[in-house]
């Protein structure tokens, strides 16, 4: 079923199962109770669909913990995990999402973000536990520039404003 999408802050009783999950993909969570993490669940008609995670430093945010429940795989669901959390990322003022990956650099690819080095990221972002040690040297560093709330609502009005019969091609 689709329909609407909640995205939901973890509580701290609920960060277990976020664990456990997490766990069994095989994906760091041994710091996930420590400062500065926050964590949403979201889910749609159906229920839970995943969980997703963002560490905050400055106008820079870390992504991590996207992980969708096996049953919901591949039907867009990770897509609109990360969207959501994107959205939260937005809402929070961050300009910029980085993140690390062993074997999902792709999906992250088509869904908006471009390889970089981790040496691109900012200090803060480097000095965390992901990239100082939970994930190894052979990750994927990714990250994906936000478009403001405004900017984006502005860019959605012009693209319907104009029929596409009379806009300029460029």
């Known amino acids: 079923m689709t329909g ?6 973890l509580a701290k009783p609920e960060l277990p199962a976020l664990a456990a999950l997490l766990a069994m993909e095989g994906l760091p969570n041994q710091d996930i109770a420590d400062a500065g993490r926050r964590f949403w669940r979201v889910d749609d008609p159906d229920g839970l669909l995943g969980y997703g995670g963002l560490e905050v430093y400055g106008r820079d945010g870390l992504l991590r913990s996207v992980v969708v429940l096996p049953e919901r795989r591949r039907r867009g669901n990770g897509h609109a995990v990360v969207d959501a959390i994107s959205r939260e990322a ?6 910029r999402l980085w993140l690390l990956t062993i074997g999902a650099a792709g999906f992250f690819e088509r869904i908006g973000f471009r ?16 990239f100082a ?12 520039d ?4 405004v900017a984006e609502t502005a860019a959605r009005d ?3 404003a104009i029929p596409s019969e009379i806009a300029p091609v460029r």
């Open 158 to 160: 012009a693209a319907t």
């Open 133 to 144: 040690s939970l994930c190894p040297g052979s990750a994927v560093c990714l990250r994906r």
């Open 115 to 130: 390889r970089a080095e981790r040496s691109e990221a900012p200090p803060d972002v480097r000095a965390s536990a992901q």
């Open 90 to 95: 937005m809402a929070l003022g961050l300009d």
């Open 4 to 9: 609407p999408r909640t995205v939901t802050p």
């Open 146 to 149: 936000l478009a403001s709330p």
